[in-house]
């Protein structure tokens, strides 16, 4: 009999208010939202749940999707919500920014999106501006970056994004006449 020895990475939470104490677990089933602390139900976990039981739990319960999950799943039940998070099983796989900007813009989601799973230094400002606000950080370069209050990214902007800008009007370029003033 083998034993596994290898030792999972440290995940903390990080959000733009520095590294906080996560009050929510990942739960497989109902049983989970027993107790004070928040539980992040699967996809499919979620769905099983009765309103009377949303309802119940309201402001303790989040659910988890994958990239491969329809967001339009959980549409009709965001006000029941408190969390989203978004898994990022692989650094490339990006469909998880879609739907943290859809949440924002068209579904006006107003609670916590979270990023979870394969969270890079260089990503975070990219997650920020899609529209996440809390990240699970395993990575030791972005914990150690992030500790050094380092975050990074460029300060200027060329496209639009769920935070409002702070220099000048969104598309601006698009409102400009192309043709030379007569």
């Known amino acids: 009999m083998t034993t596994d020895t290898t030792e999972k990475p ?12 996560d009050g929510w677990r990942y739960t497989d089933s109902i049983d989970g939202l027993a107790g004070n602390e928040g539980s992040i139900l699967p996809l499919e976990a979620f769905l099983s749940l009765t309103q009377e039981m949303r309802a119940r739990h309201a402001n303790r319960i989040g ?21 989203v998070a ?10 998880s920014y879609s739907k943290a900007a859809l949440l924002r813009t068209r579904h006006s989601y107003g609670g916590t999106v979270r990023a979870t799973g394969d969270v890079l230094i260089d990503q975070i400002p990219l997650m920020l501006r899609a529209g996440f606000d809390a990240f699970e950080v395993s990575n030791p370069t972005a914990l150690a970056r992030l500790e ?3 975050l990074g990214g ?7 994004s769920n935070d409002a800008s702070e220099v000048g009007e969104r598309y601006s370029w698009r409102r400009m006449s192309s043709r030379p003033a007569a």
Request: hydrophobic share 50%; glycine share 8%; with cysteine.
């Open 148 to 150: 050094e209050g380092r």
């Open 10 to 21: 440290l995940t903390r939470l990080w959000t733009c208010d520095g590294f906080q104490i």
């Open 154 to 160: 460029l300060p200027l902007h060329y496209q639009p």
């Open 63 to 83: 659910v988890l999707l994958q990239p491969a999950d329809a967001l339009e799943a959980i549409v009709p039940f965001l006000s029941d919500l408190a969390v």
């Open 86 to 95: 978004l898994a990022f099983p692989a650094f490339g796989d990006g469909r």
